[in-house]
């Protein structure tokens, strides 16, 4: 399985909506509601932001949503906050497991 | 609370062999199947594979069968990476992770904190 494709990086001012890309192919985004996303601050370990596509886990705010067209998914982050700042990884895992590339995000 | 907790850092020379474990704490860790994902400096999110806590089956993704092994000890709810024949491109912070869902709309997601794998001469 080849790693998922997204950006290298994005940014958005304070308050403003950023949306982050994961494109796979119709063997696993395109044809399984098996996708999650995960945030990741330095030095830390990732933390499960979005699962099956566009549900939330339990504590991460509503800012966080997300949305599948395709094989591409996508991760929409409204009202940035500083705290956003980090790393987000798509995964798919329909069978296996397959992460992208990681996007880093920038509020400015 | 749910806990991996790993092992320390490691320095090894090319060619040789390292063990990474994980202990599992705060669920029954023959509930959910144990990951394993690598991060090297700078760079993304890597998937090794798994392995089946019940039976103790591996599945090891594209590239990465021959020199990684995964296995278990149940009985002190621990799981192992073995890497056979370090190569510089290993250098890297190794992952467990456990994912599950026991109940719908609860994922289970949990990672250890990483062990750090330095190949160098």
């Known amino acids: 399985q080849s790693a998922l494709t997204q950006p290298r990086s994005v940014s958005g001012s304070p308050g403003q909506s950023v949306t982050i890309s994961c494109t796979g192919t119709s063997s696993d985004v395109g044809n399984y509601n098996y996708v999650s996303w995960y945030q990741q601050h330095p030095g830390k370990a990732p933390k499960l932001m979005i699962y099956?596509?566009?549900k939330r886990p339990s504590g991460v705010p509503d800012r966080f949503s997300g949305s599948k067209s395709g094989n591409t998914a996508s991760l929409t982050i409204s009202g940035l906050q500083a705290e956003d700042e980090a790393d987000y990884y798509c995964c798919s895992y329909a069978g296996s497991r397959v992460f992208g590339g990681g996007t880093k995000l920038t509020v400015l | 609370q749910v806990q991996l907790v790993q092992s320390g850092s490691e320095l090894k020379e090319p060619g040789a062999s390292v063990k990474v474990s994980c202990k599992a704490s705060?669920?029954?860790?023959?509930?959910?199947?144990m990951n394993w994902v690598r991060q090297a400096p700078g760079q993304g999110l890597e998937f090794l594979g798994w392995i089946n806590t019940g039976t103790g089956n591996p599945t090891y993704a594209q590239g990465f069968t021959g020199r990684f092994v995964f296995s278990l000890d149940t009985s002190v709810s621990t799981a192992y990476l073995q890497i056979s024949g370090l190569k510089a491109e290993d250098t890297a912070l190794y992952y467990c992770?456990?994912?599950?869902?026991?109940?719908?709309?609860?994922?289970?997601?949990?990672w250890g904190q990483g062990t750090l794998v330095t190949v160098s001469s």
């Open positions: 705060g669920y029954t860790f023959t509930s959910f199947a």
């Open positions: 992770a456990s994912f599950g869902m026991p109940t719908p709309g609860k994922p289970f997601d949990y």
């Open positions: 099956d596509v566009t």
